[in-house]
């Protein structure tokens, strides 16, 4: 039932930022816990960043704490993902999804309701 779509990707330069949005439709976002993944071409699609229903939590892969954050706004039915200091191992496809199971998980098999992704490129 639900749709999700993701935009704000780009070309950008190493150390520039962007916003991704995670528009929903069809359902209420408010009730889910969400998550951010990226997959890099040749490589497996890896968990970025979680967010719980309210967005008072949150939890970050390594290699981008300090740099990313994740948030919501459950008026507008939008997950944001705002990225700054961008690296070129950062380039990939990013897609938001549903965590049915609630917050914190890590593991793609365990999220549904994939949107369709949006390009992120960081030249050096």
């Known amino acids: 039932q639900v749709q999700l779509v993701e935009s704000g990707g780009g070309l950008v330069q190493a150390g520039g930022s962007l916003r991704l949005s995670c528009a929903a439709s069809?359902?209420?976002?408010?009730?889910?816990?969400m998550g951010w993944f990226r997959q890099a071409p040749g490589k497996e699609r890896e968990f970025v960043a979680a967010i719980n229903r309210s967005g008072g939590s949150t939890y970050y892969t390594d290699s981008v704490k300090g740099r990313f954050t994740i948030s919501r706004d459950n008026a507008k039915n939008t997950v944001y993902l705002q990225m700054n200091s961008l690296k070129p191992e950062d380039t990939a496809v990013y897609y938001c999804a549903i965590s049915p199971k609630g917050f914190g998980y890590t593991t793609t098999r365990l999220y549904n309701y994939w949107g369709q992704g949006t390009q992120v490129t960081v030249s050096s």
């Open positions: 069809g359902g209420i976002l408010s009730s889910y816990a």
